[in-house]
């Protein structure tokens, strides 16, 4: 009995093997195509199936799934299912189907999971959309015209402009996608087509719709011929408004192009335009030219692809594949017709697509005359789809209509609704800055993997060499690891026009410093050191620095609190009767070896307890200073350069007399005026009309008399020096700062706006000095050494060790060191965490180890030099790094530029200071530029520094209402008082900072305050939450590792006693007092369950379904009057147990499965064609 049950259960799995092995012409069923591997198009041209072992290896080789009903004899099959259908199509309607439904995103994450890991399916390119729309020509024919494109962003035609319209995000209304789900749910699905034409595209599809029973044979024809309609762009429109040849061929064409021309598959064709580079497509990967019939490029292939958008092809990104998108409304439809299509292999279609890009993808909705706006949004909704990156993925990846079904699903679950009575549909939304990632969509519910600041921030200190190694020079060793495979290409990268730009621009900010620190070193030191010294050592530390460094970003300079130290010392040296330059040998030896132990101890690995709080601290009163510095050395320009009259001053050898009485019988005379009270000879001779007497005047015929100055003044404008300096300096400032904008301003090309932004510092001291030399006005220059000696005479390049001085002098130099070493220290590091910010993202890293042993050699090099110290100088080094920011290069319409990282290099830290080395022999040039013009590059770099400081930011919303604020990021996660009151705490440290670094006797200890910054940090714990601190500024580590362990174990605890338990159905049970259990649902909202509840969704599909039975009808009468019924029996019952392959449940799949009670699970098919079958009893 029992083994007679089984073998009756196992009947139709004998029978599905039978019907395999038959051929079985096609038909495709667009109400049963739920099967997991898409159906394959005759474009096979198979008449026979034949298989073998090999033919089960691959995707689920060993194992396929078919399931039976096992209440329904087999004689009553196919009335039985007749009367399911219709019995489906009432639970259907009333929507009781209770059972769970997978969401949409899981869905989703299974399809693409699935395919990554089996290594199956498309592999999926860029897609550039075009939708055209079936319109009537000026002819009265019918033509398929170009009304939008898609390449990001949507770009649609505006045919009162004749043009593109500006590209915008795509808003779409929730109808719509409606219509399309409804559209894809009931209507054709082909996938993987086997055609490499428009005409065999057309023969399958219009195949498929009349078995499918969408349109009558009688059809046929009529929509044959709509699809093979003409094409016309808007790229041919033009040309042909414009009269050229091309156009004009254009507009010749024939109704349906040649098949030699478009027939050819776009391997083939790809082929020859790689044996055959010729022409102008060689510039875009994804143009290919058109084969001939042989499949070679030639003349005529080459004068099709004239007649394409060739110039659109750069905004194409390389590899792409299109999809075709066709709407229109015909009189011989009583109902719409869409089917979605997807080509097994991507070929160039002729004229179909506005550029020479292969078609992938067509999405074609025929309807009757009427309904042409609904059918376009359609249209839209599609295009939108496969521009979407999700949906996109999962179109070249899907085996049938319910994975699109799931993709469109999970796209509503993701969709932002606008209300509508509050914004205007017809506005177009500008594309966004920076699109987020949709990785998130891709991998949803990643409840497992929770995002750990703290663990992430630990990881990135490993990274970056700032954890302790435990061995001697363990961080050193790590840091030149990291940074030799990456040398090479620090030369390569430099590459570029923008390092240039870098190199010419930072030349110029590094020498004004340099020039004027040695200046006030001159004046500290007695001349010791001075300005020539300097370039001389911006050249040694420049060169060696450059070259192995392991941060080359970081530029060194003189600092003020260096300067102070330098000052200290020569005090000391002068007040004790001991030569200076000798003792600051033995002072430089010290501090060298007290870095060469904070190098092996690995105390750069202490840099991370510097947090945003303070690195934004320190880089704000650098850019304050540089700003204020700049206005200030502009004020005093007009203290040192008065009018040139004014200068001569009256004195007892050259007094004032009065002169002829007639001069003054009308004049007012001052208030208690008297001749001996006149100062100025100015006054004397042109104010009271008097005259000059004395030994000492000079000669009336003289060029120095006041007179004759007095006119050479107003001649050439001497005494508007001051006025000329202001001018120049805010101008070289404005045009500083708005031509580095230019680079996001709507003129000219991308790259004329990106080489003007990148030389805009260089355009504005070219200009201002071209307007100062024509102004003929002697404005104060730029003042350079002419000969490569020391300043002080007497002393030479290399220091003697004690030149007279004690022996002791070398031992109690390690005491001045230690402070010494601090400064070092504290400068270079600061400036070292600034340059390697996150923000930054700079992939080779740094190497704060490395940085140190050369900054220690360097040291010692520079003292037995006697050439100044230089360390890390912060606002050179950030405008450094701004100056090298890469941005993508904006290839689709509407796509803004995003940041990509830096250009790092060595280079241009390298040609930087070996010109300032070099600037000796080019004093004449350089004493053409004004210092005003460089005072105003001061200016600029100062404000440079401070944008994208989050502390600067929070300065400025202090004084805007809330309304006004801009959108942070920290506005919307901190409470605005709680900001606030950071700002105010952090804008204390700041002034406190300023005060201790304005006062000349406590400058000194400006790097030990950076400590205390670090310990205020940390007190601010006690009155911010870890997540408000979190937000506003980094995480801080913690001090203690055991604390660490101790807080970590704890929240382990907190974690299991907080722990509820969840009962099977999913919910959350939590016990109360009265001894009841609340029970909470944890399942969010199904987007899919939801959707079929909704009224809308049931009044858009109610037409689409009553036309599916009224075509399951029909097709069931042809069969039970015997038409081809041996036929369809064997096409159609392979078909409808492939329902048991399923991927997932859903309402649509759930109606087709209510009878299937047993799985039969068969292994594997032998060679000698027996099955080892077994059962399971599994209910589906």
Known sequence: MVMGAANKLLEPAKAFIDAVREPWPWAMDNVTENTDEPPRDPGAGRAHHSYTDKDFEGHRAHSLYVSVNPTAPSGHHRP??????????????????????????????????????????????????????????????????????????????????????????????????????????????????????????????????????????????????????????????????????????????????????????????????????????????????????????????????????????????????????????????????????????????????????????????????????????????????????????????????????????????????????????????????????????????????????EAEEEKYRVQSGLVRTGRLFGGLINDIKRKKPWYVSDFKDAIAVQSVASYIFLYFACLTPIVTFGGLLSDATGTRLAAIESLVSGLVCGVIYGFFSGQPLNILGSTGPMLVFEQIIYKFCTTNDIDYLSFRVWVGFWIAFYLLILVALDASAYVKYIT????????????????????????????????????????????????????????????????D??????????????TLNGTACPDEHDAAHPLHVAEESLLHGCSDVFLMSILLFLLTFLIAINLKEFKSSPFFPNKVRGFISDFSVIIAIVCMTTVDYLAGIDTPKLS???????????????????????????????????????????????????VNRKEHKLKKGGGYHLDLFVLAILVVILSILGLPWFVAATVLAINHVNSLKVESETAAPGEKPQFLGVRENRVTHILIFATIGLSVLMTPLLRMIPMPVLFGVFLYMGVSALKGLQFFDRILIMFMPAKYQPDYTFLRQVPLKRVHLFTFIQLMCLVVLWVIKSIFETSILFPLMLVVMIGIRKLLEKIFSPGELRVLDDVLPEFSRKKKQEEHDMLEEEQEVGKLPINESGNLEIPLASGNVMRIPLDSCNISEELNRSGVWKGINKENQQGRRDDDDRREDRKHRGHR???????????????????????????EEEDAGITIKIERINSDNSMNKKSSETVV
Request: proline share 6%; with cysteine.
């Open 677 to 690: 009270g006149v100062e100025h000879a100015t006054d004397c001779l042109l104010t009271f009309n008097g």
């Open 1125 to 1151: 019924r041996h036929k369809s029996s064997k096409r159609e019952a392979p078909a409808d147990d492939s329902n048991a392959t399923r991927l997932t449940t859903m309402p649509e799949e759930a109606e």
């Open 80 to 453: 039985h299912r007749s009367r399911r259908r219709h019995h489906r199509h009432h639970n259907h309607r009333d929507g009781d189907d209770d059972r769970p439904i997978t969401p949409p995103s899981q869905r989703v994450q299974f399809i693409l999971g699935e395919e990554d890991a089996e290594g199956s399916g498309l592999e999926p390119h860029p897609l550039f959309s075009e939708m055209e729309t079936l319109c009537e020509a000026d002819g009265g024919q019918m033509e398929w015209k170009e009304t939008a494109r898609w390449v990001k962003f949507e770009e649609d035609v505006e045919e009162g402009g004749n043009r593109w319209s500006k590209p915008h995000v795509g808003t779409l209304s929730l109808h719509s996608l409606f219509e399309l789900r409804s559209l894809i749910l009931n209507g054709t699905v082909m996938l993987d087509m086997e055609a490499t034409s428009l005409e065999h595209i057309a023969d399958l599809l219009l195949d498929n719709l009349i078995n499918s029973g969408a349109i009558t044979y009688d059809k046929r024809e009529q929509f044959r011929e709509a699809l093979l309609r003409r094409h016309k762009h808007l790229h041919d429109r033009k040309k042909a408004s414009d009269g050229s040849s091309v156009g004009g061929s254009v507009a010749r064409l024939p109704l349906i192009r040649s098949l030699a021309d478009i027939g050819r598959s776009y391997s083939n064709a790809k082929s020859a335009a790689m044996a055959d580079n010729t022409g102008d497509m060689h510039t875009s990967p994804s143009g290919v030219s058109l084969p001939d019939a042989n499949g070679h490029a030639n003349g005529t292939s080459t004068a099709d692809l004239a007649k394409r958008n060739l110039q659109f092809m750069r905004k194409i990104p390389p590899g792409a594949e299109a999809s075709n998108i066709l709407v229109g409304e015909v009189d011989f439809l009583d109902k719409p017709v869409s089917a979605f299509l997807r080509l097994s292999t991507a070929s160039l279609m002729g004229d179909l697509t506005e550029v020479p890009v292969p078609t992938r993808f067509i999405f074609l909705l025929l309807g009757p005359v009427g309904g042409i706006s609904r059918y376009h949004e359609v249209g839209r909704a599609m295009a939108t789809l496969l521009s979407d990156e999700v949906f996109h993925d999962v179109a070249y990846k899907a085996k049938n209509r319910n994975h699109l079904l799931a993709a469109v699903d999970e796209f509503l679950d993701a969709v932002t609704v606008l209300p509508p009575g509050e914004w205007d549909p017809t506005i177009r939304i500008e594309p966004p800055a920076a699109v987020p990632s949709q990785d998130p969509r891709k991998r949803p519910n990643k409840e497992d993997e929770e995002f750990d600041d």
């Open 612 to 675: 945003r709080f303070t690195e934004e601290n320190f880089a704000t009163l650098i850019a304050f200073i540089f700003i204020i510095k700049a206005f200030e050395k502009v004020i005093h320009i007009g203290d040192h350069h008065e009018p040139a009259a004014h200068l001569f001053m009256l004195s007892d050898n050259c007094t004032c007399l009065p002169g002829d009485d007639s001069l003054y019988d009308n004049f007012t005379w001052p208030a208690n005026f008297t001749w």
């Open 784 to 834: 350079v050494p002419d000969k490569f000696q020391p300043t002080y005479p007497g002393r030479g390049w290399v220091i003697p060790l004690f030149n007279g001085n004690a022996w002791w002098t070398a031992l109690a130099a390690a005491l001045p060191a230690l402070l010494g070493v601090i400064l070092v220290f504290m400068d270079q590091q600061i400036t070292a965490v600034i």
